[in-house]
């Protein structure tokens, strides 16, 4: 059986610019580079679902924007209730995987999302939101992306400890380099970083300098494939040659059981080798065509990303938190 486990899409929201502002059944449209039933039958497929709020949203409105997308998640999940299931935990996963259908999770890109108030993250986690991109290119509430060299507020500390513990995980793509360095010091557990490639492969700044990602591995956190054309090669190309160059690199850093998928699908220009849903399937073959192990494309395509959430949903908590173990008592 084929299996993927996608971190990040924008599909949700993609009818919030052109060409597609009239689009509301946003999830199953043939236009869009992944659609419900592009997927072959037969794929195990968990995607994440992000409600992505832009920059220029703030305060009460980025909640409204937050309130108006889940629930247009929720009433298309029902529409859609013969081709995927909306999951908050790996029961609802192993439910979707057992019939056949796309275990839908929700997600959110940009932490305006919370409206600099606490109490948002428990109302993320009972909408279904289980992962968090901080910020998108602008600073917030937070903290901020690569637009500035602000680091986190007293407030974004906060709201990361509150999301450890209500159970969402944190992502860092987007997160300007002062931001991860900072997050270092004061975070309890694993992280994602949902889209983003390797730095030293593709110099743009969204990607990951080596060390970030030598952490990133030394923590046990996981790391999605950004298929942007501009985060997999400097001169724009983008094709699945430069994206087995960023898996080499990847795995030349220790980071075979934290690399996985995060396609940024209608998010961002692709080049054709990765441009919907379904090419998604050939990257298991292309990588072992080349010679990546059998065992390493599979974790790369699902199980990595499989085995970090049943470890962040419910269940007992590791990597991290022995570290902090480890150095609290040094």
Known sequence: ?????????????????????????????????????????????????AIFVPDEVRGEDAVAFFERHAASFRRQAERHRDRMVPCRSMADMEVAGKAGKCAGLLTVEG???????????????????????????????????????????????EAVAEMERQGIVVDVSHLNDRG???????????????????????????NLPDEFIREMVRWECLIGLNYSRGFLSDDGRGSLEDLYRHVCRF?????ERCLALGSDYDGTDIHPDLDSVEKSLTIRD????????AAVADGIMFDNAFRFFRERLGQPETGLNRLVVENSSK
């Open 251 to 255: 795995l030349e850093l220790g980071a």
């Open 1 to 49: 059986m084929s299996a993927l486990f996608d971190l990040h899409c924008d599909t949700l929201t993609r009818s919030g610019w052109p060409p597609y502002e009239d689009v509301t059944e946003t999830l199953d449209t043939p236009a869009f580079q992944l659609a419900l039933s592009k997927v072959p039958a037969g794929t195990r497929w968990v995607q994440c679902f």
């Open 286 to 293: 292309f990588l072992t065509d080349r010679g990546i192990p």
């Open 111 to 157: 932490g305006a999302a919370l409206a600099g108030r606490l109490e948002r993250v428990q109302d993320l986690y009972d909408a279904g939101v289980r992962m968090m991109t901080l910020t998108w290119n602008g600073p917030n509430e937070l903290a901020s992306g690569h637009d500035t060299g602000n680091g986190f507020s007293p407030f974004g500390r």
């Open 180 to 206: 991860f360095e900072e997050l270092l010091g004061f975070a309890k557990k694993p992280f994602a970083a949902s889209h983003s490639n390797a730095r030293s492969v593709c110099g743009h700044r969204r």
